[in-house]
T-cell receptor, first 107, second 115 residues
């Protein structure tokens, strides 16, 4: 069993749609991290959060520590949002990553 | 601008050979990490370091070693490459932890093929 589970694994959306990607974890954590992996393979950090909600442009991340769940929302999706979104957590000195959600936004 | 680089970007080697992947960061970060990424597994931690002369094993450390002689570099060595080590390898760095999971900055990745 993976410590971090993401859903859905694959997601296709029309441009402009509101998108939600979910992350559930089974371990106690200090904080949760959302990453974006571009089609070329590069990985960039989107958010790090330990409570509540964070917003950056059209991206919103929320976390519920009690329920061990986080969501990443994309408003007004655009084809350039097409990427793999990865959820990651740290507990003690161990790091756990989800397998990613592959998002394709169609014009 | 500060950055984190990896070399080589692509490497093909034969089973049994020793291979070293380089990682260099100019962020002056204390923490450095090596991950491998395989289909169906996501990123998995191989080794990590919290500072010079400090190294620690991660989830999938068998067959790999690292050394940290300065702040900027954390080379990853495969002592005797195996086909199971064919993967994409990512190096990352972050500021010192303070009870929290500080943002990690990732290198561009090295695609290693072991024949």
């Amino acid at each position: 069993k993976n410590e971090v589970e993401q859903s859905p694994q694959n997601l296709t959306a029309q441009e402009g749609e509101f998108i939600t990607i979910n992350c559930s974890y089974s371990v106690g954590i200090s904080a949760l991290h959302w990453l974006q992996q571009h089609p070329g393979g590069g990985i960039v950090s989107l958010f790090m959060l330990s409570s509540g909600k964070k917003k950056h442009g059209r991206l919103i991340a929320t976390i519920n520590i009690q329920e061990k769940h986080s969501s990443l929302h994309i408003t007004a999706s655009h084809p350039r949002d097409s990427a793999v979104y990865i959820c990651a957590v740290r507990t003690g000195n161990q790091f756990y990553f989800g397998t990613g959600t592959s998002l394709t936004v169609i014009p | 601008d500060a950055e984190i680089t990896q070399s080589p970007r692509h490497k093909i080697t034969e089973t049994g050979r020793q291979v070293t992947l380089a990682c260099h960061q100019t962020w002056n970060h204390n923490n450095m990490f090596w991950y491998r990424q395989d289909l169906g597994h996501g990123l998995r931690l191989i080794h990590y370091s919290y500072g010079v002369q400090d190294t620690n094993k991660g989830e999938v450390s068998d067959g790999y070693s690292v050394s940290r002689s300065n702040t900027e570099d954390l080379p990853l060595t495969l002592e005797s490459a195996a086909s199971s080590q064919t993967s994409v390898y990512f190096c990352a760095s972050s500021e010192s932890f303070d009870g929290d999971y500080n943002e990690q900055f990732f290198g561009p990745g090295t695609r290693l093929t072991v024949l």
